[in-house]
Structure formats: structure tokens, C-alpha cells
Nanobody
Framework: QVQLVESGGGLVQPGGSLRLSCAASGNIISINVMGWYRQAPGKQRELVARKTSSGSTKYADSVKGRFTISRDNAKNTVSLQMNNLKPEDTAVYYC???????????????WGQGTQVTVSS
């Protein structure tokens, strides 16, 4: 079993910054992709940023130049530095990982519990 635990959400004013962190634990052999998704009220969950174990990254157009994703492959952690936050960034942010586990063939997706980010004055 694999668990993802997120931290770092909160309330921030427009133009401010927050840093989200996520740590994966369990019977992990490797994690191919780790990333962040978000879901605003009444909207579908969308990709914010993701990073492979080899270092390739992908960002949503709406966050390019403002958000930066980083990973520590040895520690199975991923972080999201969010700068110049806007009200439209308000959402629940979820950590995602594609995990290869001990005694289980293939890779499987796991999600964190979500952390609220609210951008408001």
C-alpha cells in the first residue's frame, strides 16, 4: 500500500506565494511520474504540473512562468512552488504519483487527500 501526504496549502493574497509538498511512502520500488492536479468548485480536476523521474516536466498553460515543480527521487517527494498567485488558482490541490510497488506487477496511480489553496484579498 502506498500513501501520499500533502502539506502547505492555505489562504494567501493575490500576488503572494505558497509552497506545496507531498511525500509518498509504502512499499515503493520506483515512482515514474509525480505531479499536482487541482479541482475548483464546479470544475473538473485538471493537471497543474508533473515531473518524470528523468526530469521531464509539463505545466498547464495557466501556470507557466509562475509555478515550479521539483522532485527528490531518493526521498519520493514532490513540491510545487507557486508564485504570483491569482484568485483563479483557488482550488483543492492533489498530489499524484504513478508507483511501481513491491510484489505488484505494473504501475498504479495514487492520490493524496488534497490541500486547499485559497487566493483572496
Amino acid at each position: 500500500q502506498v500513501q501520499l501526504v500533502e502539506s502547505g496549502g492555505g489562504l494567501v493574497q493575490p500576488g503572494g506565494s505558497l509552497r506545496l509538498s507531498c511525500a509518498a511512502s509504502g512499499n515503493i520500488i520506483s515512482i515514474n511520474v509525480m505531479g499536482w492536479y487541482r479541482q475548483a468548485p464546479g470544475k473538473q480536476r485538471e493537471l497543474v504540473a508533473r515531473k518524470t523521474s528523468s526530469g521531464s516536466t509539463k505545466y498547464a498553460d495557466s501556470v507557466k512562468g509562475r509555478f515550479t515543480i521539483s522532485r527528490d527521487n531518493a526521498k519520493n517527494t514532490v513540491s510545487l512552488q507557486m508564485n504570483n498567485l491569482k484568485p483563479e488558482d483557488t482550488a483543492v490541490y492533489y498530489c499524484d504519483a504513478e508507483v511501481t510497488e513491491v510484489a505488484r506487477v505494473g504501475s498504479y496511480p495514487y492520490w493524496g487527500q488534497g490541500t486547499q489553496v485559497t487566493v483572496s484579498s
